[in-house]
């Protein structure tokens, strides 16, 4: 696979900037693409919009940060999104037990990683037979200095807003839980937030084959019992219409 272009984040105070030209719609963040990663530019995320909506719609990320004997170190966590300005953080929580989170506070060069979904593409779409197989897929890389949440009611604030956005139905009944055990089970977690300051997407949706065999990809994807693979047509239905 190639690589991703690099869209760094400028966090100095900005005026609204236009996502797209002749369009209204304010970005949450100015992005540039001097940077000497390569990515082909049918493939490069340029919209931050895009890119922040795919991140919350796709919010289970791997966090990597480094030792200090430099080995990396990578945690499996669920984020929300909060946005600042022209800037936003990444907020999860650690088991107090997984001590990464020692690595957290002060660290400028942390990544989170976002990339679902992808599919396996088949050479049997194209109209030549001299090709070979693929991989569609959408990744985000997010870098950015990790901050940790101390405070035991932010910490509570940070679990409560999680069980909000991934179960509102089940929020009344956790919000009747006894207090003792809320508070057990927030002192047994540490909460954090990664302040953005870089941002690379790439979206590989076979933009640069022919449309007919673009839409015979989505036909057998829609039809693929894996969501996953389901989810890569409704993304490329997106961009082909």
């Not at 400028?10 to 390569?38: A, E, I, Q």
């Not at 791997?62 to 004997?69: F, K, L, M, P």
């Not at 599919?119 to 990790?146: C, D, F, M, R």
Request: charged fraction near 25%; aromatic fraction near 10%; proline fraction near 7%.
């Amino acid at each position: 696979m190639k690589g991703m272009q690099r869209i760094t984040i400028n966090l100095l105070p900005l005026p609204p900037v236009l996502c797209m030209p002749g369009t209204s719609r304010p970005c949450f963040f100015k992005t540039t693409t001097d940077t000497p990663v390569y990515i082909p530019a049918i493939n490069r995320m340029n919209d931050p919009e895009e890119i922040l909506s795919f991140i919350e719609r796709f919010s289970f990320g791997t966090i990597i940060s480094a030792a200090a004997d430099g080995l990396p170190t990578a945690t499996h966590l669920p984020f929300l999104v909060e946005r600042q300005g022209t800037s936003f953080d990444l907020i999860s929580h650690f088991a107090k037990t997984n001590p990464q989170w020692k690595e957290i506070a002060h660290n400028k060069k942390i990544l989170v990683i976002f990339q679902e979904p992808h599919a396996y593409i088949s050479p049997v779409h194209y109209e030549k037979a001299l090709n070979v197989p693929t991989w569609n897929y959408i990744a985000v890389h997010v870098y950015g200095e990790g901050m940790l949440i101390r405070e035991q009611d932010q910490t509570r604030a940070v679990l409560d807003r999680t069980v909000e956005h991934y179960e509102s139905a089940y929020k009344p009944q956790y919000d009747r839980l006894p207090e003792d055990f809320k508070l057990k089970m927030s002192q047994g977690v540490v909460a954090f937030k990664i302040r953005a300051t870089a941002i690379e997407g790439k979206k590989k949706l076979s933009q640069n084959k022919t449309k007919s065999e673009q839409e015979k990809i989505i036909r057998t994807l829609s039809q693929s019992k894996s969501g996953s693979e389901q989810y890569i047509a409704e993304y490329m239905q997106r961009h082909l219409s």
